[in-house]
């Protein structure tokens, strides 16, 4: 009996240590940082910046990280300068992106907010569709699913593969979305790239070889203000923050599920541990 009620003191003692340092892990877990601020891995290829690159574009990942509010932030920026010009995104307020980004009010006004914009106005284009219609023989889509609808990858692949193309009326295309209507934008930044095709035989149904020109990689024709990586970065980080955009809620939850799976985690050993308690004198 006796050693019975000391060996129940005792798993009493250690379990309510147990709780303890669960609270104790809670709590420095709840204050500590949460957007760990992690880089993302390189894309875009390892040739990226020698004479010729790009052959392996379709392996192009965007490596992007919704945690990373720094280039959110950057992201945001650069979308205000660089698309909003033709692109919306409707279904966002100003106002929610600077509170999900952490930008403060006054630089939101200062930096970002288009002319005439109110903290609560949705990220609207003030270009007018049927002018778009006339301009680029499509209204450019509204970007605020479109990371959902095409995925990360494709869209940084979009931004990364523009090149040089006469025949086409805006004297761009694109590897990701041939004959696009979209011009090449950011060749201010990129600079100019041409595609290199080389001769691809292939065999026809009734045995007959054709060849056909095939792209194999990208030649810049004339620098931008940017040097490759850092071209890459940027276009990292519009795509970053249009997948922030396709779902405003995932960087709060995907940190919240850490430790909400933690949490489950321990307490599964925990309820381990009081069931062997109450248990071992059953025997
Ligand atoms: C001068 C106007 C203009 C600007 C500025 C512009 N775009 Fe576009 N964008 C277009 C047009 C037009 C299309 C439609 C292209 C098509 O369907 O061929 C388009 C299409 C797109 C698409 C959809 C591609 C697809 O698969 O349907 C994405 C993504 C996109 N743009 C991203 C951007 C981003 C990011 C920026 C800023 C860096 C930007 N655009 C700036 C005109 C513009």
Redesign the pocket.
């Known amino acids: 009996m006796r050693t019975n009620g000391s060996r129940a003191t005792r798993g009493r003692f250690l379990l309510a240590a147990i709780v303890q340092c669960v609270l104790v892990t809670g709590a420095v877990a709840l204050l500590s940082p949460v957007h760990a601020a992690e880089e993302a891995a390189p894309a875009g290829g390892k040739e990226a910046g020698k004479e010729g690159w790009g052959s392996d574009w379709k392996t192009w990942r965007a490596g992007t990280d919704v945690e990373n509010v720094a280039s959110l932030q950057r992201g945001a920026r ?2 205000a300068s ?2 909003l ?3 919306s995104l409707k279904y966002e307020r100003w106002s929610r992106m600077a509170k999900d980004l952490d930008i403060p009010e006054d630089i939101l006004a200062k930096d970002v907010l288009p002319p005439g914009d109110k903290p609560a106005s949705y990220i609207l284009t003030s ?1 007018p569709a049927a002018d ?1 219609e006339t ?7 509204d ?1 605020s699913l ?1 990371a959902r609808a ?1 995925g990360k990858d ?2 940084y692949r ?2 990364t593969t523009f090149y040089l193309d006469p025949t086409r009326p805006t004297g761009a295309n694109n590897l ?2 041939p ?5 090449a ?2 060749s201010e930044l990129e600079g100019v790239k041409r595609a290199v095709y080389k001769n691809e035989e292939t065999q026809g149904a009734e045995g007959k070889t054709t060849t056909e020109p095939v792209f194999d990689h990208f030649e810049q024709v004339a620098p931008g203000r940017l040097s490759r990586a850092e071209y890459e970065g940027f276009a990292r980080d ?1 795509v970053n923050f ?1 997948d922030y955009v396709g779902e405003p809620a995932q960087a709060a939850r995907r940190s919240l599920g850490i430790w909400v799976v933690l949490f489950l985690l321990v307490f599964t050993w925990l309820a381990w541990l009081m069931k062997k308690e109450f248990w071992k004198d059953v025997h």
């Open positions: 650069d979308f660089y698309c010009g033709c692109h270009m778009a301009w680029f023989g499509k209204t450019p889509p970007l479109m095409r494709y869209l979009f931004l990701q979305l004959a696009t209507a979209m011009p934008v950011l519009i249009l």
